[in-house]
């Protein structure tokens, strides 16, 4: 079976480096928000082009301790996608602000600029953008359009490790953006991990702040927080992991251009190709087929494993069921999420299981 995800395949030199850092921060006998993290912090801001980084327990905690830095909270709306993680909308409910979901453009099934500009109200106070399945688009059209309407601009990054537009990276847009570092994602710990990268020494400070109970020095807590530290442990992995990273990024590309070049189907469309001057980082490669769960059954049995992302849009989950929506609708979201389906693409690919699924993929036929 060739798997979505395949972490038992990974080299043994990657293996054994992790092993090394694990007893590094054993024999170091300090274990939460150390230096291990600051490192780590170091370089995931020289990396993402910021002045600062602020490591945090997952990519959820990222996204609302990134809302709550900004100040916005009960009371405020925040513009976002149905077609995301729910941690995405989770992440705003729990911030305080109420989330308001802006519609899909169907070729990239990224939110579309049009209906988020029907979902501006004078209570909007940022919109979280979704770099969903690795790609970055239309950044400057983004950045303006924050300008604007006097919004800030939060970029969910979980998908979009160090994706560029224009030579700039996923995160430097926006006034913060959130990464998640959850196994499966491009830069994934053995754990749960997740950081925060901004420009603005204030909300970093706030953020540190807000990840370690609101305490601002030992024993006082001028505010409510989380309990959202990052691990030595985990951070001394994303250390290693990250050496690995542009490599996997790179294997990802190859696997994703052979798709795009052999993947030819009368009943299957792929999405839209990344824009001349982004770099996009497929974390999934998604294709669109309106036969989609019988396309999926076929796959299973000819030896490949897909999932589905996502198919069950944030306004039809029961907890959201009242949100407010674009008023046209979000007709877009809901077709995406009956017919999009996630094929294989992850760096342990070799060339023989890119060949396998083109293959499989090619010959499907619909009973
Ligand atoms: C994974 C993911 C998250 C949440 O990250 P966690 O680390 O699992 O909390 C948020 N948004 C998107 C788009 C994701 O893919």
Redesign the pocket.
């Known amino acids: 079976m060739i798997l979505m995800n395949d972490f038992k395949a990974e080299s043994p030199e990657l293996r054994d480096d992790m092993l090394d850092a694990a007893r590094r921060v054993l024999e170091s006998g300090w274990y939460v928000l150390g230096n291990e993290v600051i490192n780590f912090e170091r370089q995931w801001a020289t990396a993402c082009g910021v002045a600062h980084a602020v490591g945090v327990g997952?990519?959820?905690?990222a996204?609302e301790i990134a809302l709550r830095g900004l100040g916005i909270g009960s009371g405020d709306e925040v513009v976002t996608t149905p077609i995301?993680?729910f941690?995405?909308v989770l992440?705003i409910i729990r911030s305080g602000a109420t989330p308001v979901l802006a519609d899909i453009n169907p070729e990239t099934a990224l939110l579309s600029i049009d209906s988020a500009a029907r979902c501006i109200t004078p209570q909007t106070k940022a919109v979280v953008l979704?770099h969903?399945y690795g790609q970055i688009r239309g950044m400057d059209a983004w950045t303006a359009f924050c300008c604007k309407h006097g919004i800030a601009l939060v970029e969910?990054c979980?998908?979009a490790h160090l994706a560029a537009w224009n030579g700039q990276v996923a995160g430097s847009f926006g006034q913060v953006g959130a990464y998640?570092?959850?196994p499966t994602?491009n830069l994934g710990a053995p754990g749960?991990?997740?950081i925060l990268v901004t420009q603005d020494e204030a909300i970093a400070k706030r953020a540190t702040v807000l990840r370690n109970y609101g305490q601002s020095v030992r024993y006082h807590h001028p505010e409510l927080g989380l309990n959202s530290r990052l691990d030595e442990i985990q951070a001394a992995m994303l250390s290693v992991r990250l050496k690995w990273l542009p490599g996997f990024t790179q294997r990802r590309s190859e696997i994703a251009a052979a798709y795009h070049a052999n993947i030819s189907h009368p009943q299957i469309r792929l999405l839209a190709a990344p824009e001349e001057v982004a770099s996009h980082v497929n974390h999934l490669f998604v294709i669109i087929c309106e036969k989609r769960d019988m396309l999926q059954a076929y796959l299973q049995l000819h030896g490949v494993q897909t999932l589905i992302h996502y198919p069950v849009p944030v306004h039809w989950q029961e907890p959201c069921l009242n949100l407010q929506c674009d008023p046209k609708g979000l007709k877009n979201s809901e077709k995406h999420a009956a017919t999009c389906l996630s094929l294989p693409c992850h760096p342990q690919m070799t060339n023989e299981d890119v060949a396998t699924v083109i293959a499989a993929v090619n010959r499907f036929e619909a009973p």
């Open positions: 997952n990519g959820m905690d996204i995301t993680a941690a995405t992440a979704v969903l969910d979980a998908q998640s570092f959850y994602k749960d991990a997740g």
